[in-house]
């Protein structure tokens, strides 16, 4: 797993009703929290109503953008 840092986007990996967040949305971290687990404040851009949602996230449930385009997409890019 690549390290998540300050001002990351990062895909959202797992749908979380009670929030109206789908899986594959896209936010920016906005903030780190360590205690007593590292969890991820994430800042997501609503389209309907226009307006911004965060949301305080573990680990498991984002993924860093650039993990998202390993090796396997190397040589694939404009073909």
């Not at 680990?59 to 404009?78: A, K, R, T």
Request: with cysteine; aromatic share 8%.
């Amino acid at each position: 797993m690549i390290a998540i840092h300050v001002d990351e986007r990062v895909e959202l990996m797992q749908d979380i009703p009670e929030l109206g967040l789908h899986r594959g949305e896209v936010g920016l971290v906005c903030s780190t929290w360590f205690s007593p687990a590292t969890a991820y404040e994430v800042e997501f851009r609503r389209k309907m109503p226009v307006c911004r949602m965060r949301a305080l996230l573990m680990p498991n449930q984002i993924m860093s953008e650039d993990e998202g385009y390993g090796p396997l997409f190397v040589g694939h890019v404009g073909n």
